[in-house]
């Protein structure tokens, strides 16, 4: 007890707000107005939301054509695949009953095509894509090296499944006359994938750069061939091949294939009429029991022209209404027998 | 003791057990010993000095060990190995272990980091921590270790650290030094050979206690002179403290008191004088100096070592409590076993479909997707193995290692509250509520039943003398003289009083039969004669009956060379040699000193509980007596019966004979100095009843039921008999039915059997024990959980407690406030974690029936690792610290509040089920919404489409926001913590996936987040989607809030009419049957 005031200082807890939880808090409360009017205001945001939605998606066009069983002949041939080297064409006449304005895109859709299994999403090689090492193959497996061991380019499973059919859209004017719609093979990547993750190696000859390699055991001509004209479409960069190396979520998926050059007759989109799909078919789906569609479609500001987005919308907006209806009438109920029980 | 079921039902039930630490009664038999021969295992021969003692025959040195204390558990080298090992034994480690040598072993779909670096973080923190604690305890230990102590060797005093003393050297230690082992007393530097010392150091106690030394050799007071000291000292071989082994509880009652006597010791000493003759005198704890006491108000004293090192009381007693584990921990450990089972599940269930599903080879091998050589010549067998091993570890994350962490570090600064709160703060002992483990704070919102001590924990452990009984004749309220001061209420002593000289031996008894002593300020001795005189003692009654012996005149002045002095109504001095004390204890419950007046009589005055002195004195005295007793006992009083006996000088011969003969036996001596106490005691006249009031907290109270300690002895003991049990079920049937039930006079072991009977009761309630004793340390060791009151009986109590405050009073906070956050916050927790990595797992589960169950992981395995650790964590953290779902007033002021938390309620199956359901709707709606959102063609008005990753990555953005945002639903107390902390750890989200996304990082092989995140948000569509999904998750968890408000509004109103017509009805104006103690309020509590 010598010790003096000080020590009995020391001992008594600190009166802080935070030591003796008194920190100053808001605490919800729920009053009957807010949380109606907050539930009023959700519910007219969704369902607002949800009939824009719906209006725009569907002001968008779709066609999917798949060819398949049309082409059944071809996909025999393709069943077997010692026929690598045959070529089979396959044509697709169909009629366009409106015109399909502003944008076209064109996709590819295959079905049952799992890109996404485990080990198809590892094998790839980001060095290699990236141009810094074109021999770096170690997570292709198992397709790193051709059977003369020389590392294959590009390496891995996404790269030699690439889907190399090739698609021509043509307007039938009439009997006689057709115009290949021109189509853009630019533009289908995500910017930061075609300028920074797939680079070619910095030479001027590409076929240089790439010697001492194999190209993939499926592709009919090496990466420096996929498209001699463009040389920034070709090798690494070609468009087609890196919207192919994004591996897909689901076994059925759609890719970007070309999008509608508006020139001339195009100008405004793709008029009414008769097309044609001309089809150079090399991708083998029925060895999987998988099938293939082309698909054509314009956009919005929203995407394609899927109603999920906005039906989910209106469905949660009603829900939400009818929510706020029943707690409104559960209020009024309880609030009419506080009445009674005060008056009593 | 008092047990309170807090909210079984209502009524409240109320049972008291109650002891007095005085009158408490002897129960169980001390199981009996074949007290004859003398076994030489159990006992020590340690030389004086070491100097050996010719004539004895061969001298064998006896190894002991050295004067180290070790008690830190790892050395440097041993560190790594020891700790990691203790670490891993804990299953959760383990588990997580496994799983990630899993990951490093088997090609699995995520990478060992993300299992291995959480893993190591927990490891590294708790090794840190421990490895901290273990250099604390080393500092301590070199700190007494090396310290200086002084030993005589070969007649000089010689300088050595601590840890050289070996077991019979002779130590110096001078005032104010602590002792360095235990040692046995030899000379100190007064004639009477009596030394002062202090145990603060370990027990908190600080009157000075006096220890003796031996009598031959009182007069070696030098360094030479005890060097000739020839001497063989015999005792025990070291043992701890009975009281703390719970497992051998039968013996608790030998419990010494500590407060009179210090730990349990016997030993005898043989000084070989120059003749080679021996003479033997008995050692007992009064010759035991205790390593870790200090040497007071003497200047310096002379012991020999005879425990040292890890051998001493203090090192013995030195041991980790038994863990107790609280409900909610047990309920982890069983939601741990659930998920562990859904986990295994889902590894089997995906194995399974996986080879269904590859069964047709186009699944099995397509073209796209060759398999290596390598998988094609592994056995299938095999691989169907290694792929329940991958899916096991992709899933592994629905058990976290996180949880463990965070609910650690719940405990741990969650217990800071309760030492924090300042309305525990006592001003009278300057000190705070102090915790002594973190472990069971949320088991203080789940307390069943209160078990209490009365004395000094209902009560202030203050007494006061309020009358006294002399041959039946009552005295009460005096200030002045005896004479003329009877009181002329009752219908016994009307006009009637004693005879004078029955007055006197009366108070001459309430003088000399104690153990008070006199507090030795500095001044010289006849100031303390003339001022006030302070009396200490380890008991208050004590104090209290020579104080109401002053007030008729008669005044202890304390001791003098063994002859206790008192003044008489005259103001003369008489004296009496105090020949021998025959010590309370809870099993004789009574006390005794045979004195010796000037003229040479021998008296024995014994005062002690009714039950323990009616039978031992004449029974035609009792009757008068005891209808005192019994009224002043029925008012709530202590009593306390007063006998004397006249010795006769050759009854005395023997008695002393016996006396000393039952103190130097080694073995068995508790029991001998019983039996001869026992044959003293006998034959003695009554001379009257005293009552002391201990004055009480609270109000009054009632009980349904009273039983005492020898009633309860019947149906606690009675063993092997098939009857005892039906008693035992009828007795707890009983106590069921009552508000309250009182047990009175109990040892100690009683108490804790009531624990234990009730802990044991069907749905095993939880047990609360409350007590400032160390007579209620079995209790407070056995029940759930232990509180202590910092209280005047020593710091026994609070030093074995889990909790300790400093009064009763304290309680109420600590339950209703403190224990229902803890257990509502800790709950919360619990349920929030498994559920937040449901969510997060089953999106993943869903996507294997996708990707054809190849353990493709939906995300990106920094969201793997760094879901837990850094995007949710911490604002569950700060929830589980700082929320009040209802404030603190509220909660101690309604206890009805505190039942509906009872029985574990949050934790039960129902609220688990809907977690778990709103869980798997959640990472349904995750997983289905964003499938749905995928089906369109692009959702981007410039056609690009997306991948896998940015799959995951929307479905993970939904995941972190709705599980944060339905925290904030759940949060009822925002402060600024929480808003930082929630939105903050939203913030870092964001933050954290541009700043992963934005850079091509140089060490990962795959780069396949790169911009993923910027790209999503890029997508108007995949806003207005994460916006509805959040939304719709969270919709069903609104609504429930929304009705949940409603339905609680119009219960409040409810609850007010009823608490309206409750006090009409108000209470039963019964009397109190005994005892005033709980307050209105906590009788619901």
């Known amino acids: 007890m010598e010790e003096t005031p000080q020590h009995c200082l020391s001992r008594l807890p600190d009166n802080s707000a935070l030591k003796q939880q008194e920190l100053p808090a808001h605490r919800l409360y729920f009053t009957a107005r807010r949380v109606l009017f907050v539930f009023f205001t959700t519910g007219i945001f969704c369902l607002c939301m949800g009939i824009i939605l719906i209006l725009s998606a569907r002001s968008t066009q779709e066609i999917e054509i798949n060819y398949t069983r049309i082409c059944a002949n071809c996909a025999k041939l393709r069943e077997n695949a010692s026929n690598f080297d045959k070529e089979c064409t396959c044509s697709i006449p169909f009629y366009l009953s409106g015109k399909m304005m502003g944008n076209v895109y064109m996709y590819y859709k295959l079905y049952g095509f799992y890109q996404n299994l485990y080990r198809y999403v590892r094998s790839r090689s980001n060095r290699q894509l990236v141009g810094k090492d074109v021999k770096a193959v170690e997570d292709c497996a198992p397709f790193k090296m051709s059977e003369n061991k020389t590392p294959i380019v590009p390496c891995g499973a996404i790269a030699n499944s690439m889907f190399n059919d090739t698609i021509i859209l043509s307007h039938n004017i009439n009997s006689s006359v057709q115009i290949k719609v021109p189509m853009l093979k630019s533009g289908l990547t995500w910017w930061t994938d075609k300028y920074v993750k797939f680079q070619n190696p910095s030479s001027k000859n590409l076929a240089d750069e790439f010697r001492g390699t194999t190209k993939p055991p499926n592709w009919p001509k090496p990466i420096y061939d996929l498209d001699k004209k463009d040389p920034r479409n070709n090798g690494f960069l070609n468009d087609d091949f890196i919207v192919w190396m994004r591996a897909a979520a689901f076994p059925t998926f759609k890719k970007l294939y070309g999008r509608l050059n508006r020139t001339h007759h195009f100008i405004e989109g793709l008029p009414a009429g008769n097309y044609s799909f001309n089809i150079t078919y090399n991708f083998p789906v029925t060895r999987f029991q998988g099938e293939k569609s082309v698909v054509l479609s314009t956009l919005t500001w929203c995407g394609g022209n899927s109603l999920f987005l906005g039906l989910a919308y209106t469905v949660t907006g009603a829900i939400t209404w009818l929510a706020s209806f029943a707690m409104m009438a559960i209020h009024i109920t309880l609030k009419n027998k506080q009445m009674s029980f005060f008056h009593q | ?1085």
């Open chain 2, 1 to 1085: 003791m008092e047990v309170t079921p807090l909210h079984r039902s209502p009524p409240a039930r109320l049972l008291e057990l109650l002891t007095h630490p005085q009158i408490s009664e002897a129960v169980c038999a001390p199981p009996s010993q074949c007290a004859g021969e003398e076994k030489r295992v159990g006992t020590r021969t340690v030389f004086v000095g070491n100097h050996s003692v010719s004539g004895t025959e061969a001298y064998v040195a006896q190894r002991f060990c050295d004067n180290r204390i070790v008690s830190s558990k790892y050395t440097l080298w041993n560190f790594l190995p020891k700790n990691l090992f203790e670490q891993f034994r804990r299953i959760a480690n383990f588990y997580f272990l496994i799983i990630f040598l899993v990951q490093v072993t088997v090609d699995t779909p995520t990478s060992p980091v993300t299992s291995g670096l959480p893993l190591f973080f927990v490891i590294t923190v708790t090794a840190i921590k421990q490895g901290y604690e273990d250099w604390l305890r080393h500092r301590a230990d070199n700190e007494v270790n090396k310290s200086t102590v002084y030993i005589i060797e070969n007649a000089k005093r010689v300088r050595k650290e601590s840890e050289k003393i070996k077991v019979g050297d002779v130590v110096e230690v001078q005032a104010d030094e602590t002792f360095p082992c235990d040692l046995i007393l030899l000379s100190s530097c007064t004639t009477d050979g009596t030394c002062y010392v202090t145990t603060a150091s370990l027990d908190g106690e600080s009157n000075c206690k006096i220890h003796y030394a031996v009598r031959d050799t009182i007069a070696l007071c030098t360094a030479e002179s005890i060097d000739t000291l020839r001497a063989a000292i015999e005792c025990e071989q070291p043992q701890p403290d009975l009281y703390k082994k719970m497992n051998q509880i039968s013996l608790v009652h030998y419990q010494p008191r500590i407060n009179h006597c210090g730990p349990r010791f016997v030993g005898r000493i043989n000084i070989y004088s120059n003749s080679l003759e021996a003479v033997a005198r008995s050692l007992g704890p009064e010759n035991l100096l205790l390593k870790g006491a200090t040497l007071k108000n003497t200047e310096k004293i002379y012991g020999v070592a005879v425990y040292t090192g890890m051998e001493t009381k203090m090192a013995l007693n030195y041991q980790g409590k038994s863990q107790k584990r609280s409900a909610v921990e047990k309920s982890i450990n069983a939601f741990l076993i659930v998920y562990l089972f859904i986990l295994l599940t889902k590894a089997a269930v995906c194995t399974t479909l996986k080879y269904v599903w590859q069964s047709t080879p186009y699944n099995d091998e397509p073209w796209y997707n060759q398999k290596t050589q390598k998988e094609r010549e592994t056995l299938k067998v095999l691989k169907m193995f290694t792929d329940f091993l991958s899916f096991m570890v992709l899933f592994n994350f629905i058990i976290p290692v996180s949880m463990y962490v965070t609910v650690e570090m719940q405990k741990f600064l969650g217990s800071f509250f309760i030492s924090w709160d300042k309305d525990f703060y006592d001003e009278e002992i300057n000190e705070g509520a102090l915790v002594n483990t973190s472990d069971l704070n949320e088991e203080l919102g789940q307390v069943d039943y209160v078990f209490t001590d009365k004395t000094g924990t209902l009560t202030e452990n203050s007494m006061e003398f309020i009358e006294c009984c002399i041959d039946g004749h009552k005295y009460k309220g005096v200030t002045q003289e005896v004479d003329g001061l009877s009181q002329t209420d009752g219908p016994l002593t009307y006009f009637d009083k004693a005879d004078k000289n029955r007055e006197e031996l009366f108070l001459r008894a309430l003088c000399l039969c104690h153990t008070v002593e006199i507090k030795t300020n500095d001044a010289v001795d006849g100031a303390t004669e003339s001022a006030e005189l302070t009396y200490i003692s380890s008991s208050p009654d004590e104090i209290a009956l020579v104080k109401g012996a002053k007030k008729y005149g008669f005044t202890f002045l304390g001791n003098r060379n063994g002859h206790m002095r008192v003044e008489n109504q005259r103001k003369e001095i008489e004296e009496y040699e105090l020949l021998h004390t025959l010590n309370f204890d809870a099993v004789r419950r009574r006390m005794s000193v045979i004195v010796k007046t000037q003229e040479g009589d021998i008296l024995l005055f014994c005062k002690g509980a009714d039950s323990a002195v009616f039978p031992r004195v004449q029974n035609h005295e009792i009757e008068l007596t005891k209808v005192h007793v019994e009224r002043n006992a029925m008012d709530g009083y202590r009593t306390l019966c007063v006998a004397f006996k006249e010795i006769a000088p050759d009854d005395y011969e023997r008695i002393n004979r016996q006396l000393i003969e039952a103190k130097m036996a080694l073995q068995d001596r508790e029991e001998k100095m019983e039996k001869v106490f026992d044959d003293i005691e006998t034959n003695m006249n009554l001379i009257g009843a005293t009552a002391v009031e201990d004055k009480a907290w609270t109000e009054h109270q009632e009980y349904g039921l009273i039983i005492d300690g020898s009633t309860l002895s019947l149906i606690l003991n009675s063993s092997q008999d098939s009857s005892s049990n039906n008693y035992k079920s009828i007795f707890l049937q009983i106590c069921m039915k009552c508000t309250a039930v009182l047990c009175c006079r109990m040892a100690p072991l009683q108490k804790a059997q009531i624990v234990r009977m009730v802990k044991n009761l069907k749905g095993s309630p939880i047990t609360l024990s409350i007590g400032d004793g160390a007579n209620d340390v079995s209790m407070i060791l056995e029940s759930h959980v232990g509180i202590g009151i910092k209280g005047k009986e020593g710091r026994q109590a609070a030093r074995n407690s889990d909790y300790s405050v400093p009064k009763f009073k304290h309680l109420k906070k600590l339950l209703l406030a403190h224990g229902h956050l803890y257990y509502v916050r800790i709950a919360h927790l619990v349920q929030y974690f498994f559920y937040k990595n449901l969510c997060f797992i089953l999106p993943q589960f869903l996507y294997q029936f996708f990707c054809g169950f190849s353990q493709q992981p939906l995300y990106d395995a920094a969201y793997l690792t760094m879901y837990n650790i850094c995007f949710t964590s911490l604002p569950i953290l700060a929830y589980s610290l700082l929320e009040q779902h209802i404030n603190i007033d509220t909660l101690t002021s309604d206890p009805r509040l505190y039942m509906k938390i009872s029985g574990n309620a949050m934790l039960q199956l129902g609220p688990f089920l809907y977690w778990t359901f709103l869980a798997a709707f959640e990472g349904t709606v995750f997983f289905f919404g964003t499938y749905f959102l995928f089906q369109t063609a692009s959702l981007e008005e410039n056609g690009k489409v997306y991948g896998n990753w940015t799959f995951g990555t929307i479905v993970f953005t939904v995941l972190v926001f709705t599980v944060t945002l339905k925290l904030a639903l759940d949060t009822r107390f925002w402060t600024w913590i929480n808003h930082f902390v929630i939105w903050g750890s939203l913030a870092f989200y964001v933050f954290f996936s541009f700043f992963w996304g934005g850079i091509i990082w140089p060490f990962l092989k795959q780069q396949r987040m790169y911009f993923v995140f910027a790209q999503m948000l890029s997508s108007v569509s995949t806003w207005l989607a994460i916006i509805l999904l959040i939304f719709i998750s969270l919709f069903p968890e609104i609504l429930l809030i929304v009705l949940k408000n409603v339905r609680r509004r119009s219960a409040r109103r409810n609850l007010s009419c009823r608490r309206a017509s409750d006090s009409l009805s108000a209470r039963p104006s019964v009397r109190p049957l005994l005892l005033r103690t709980f307050s209105d309020e906590s009788n619901v509590l």
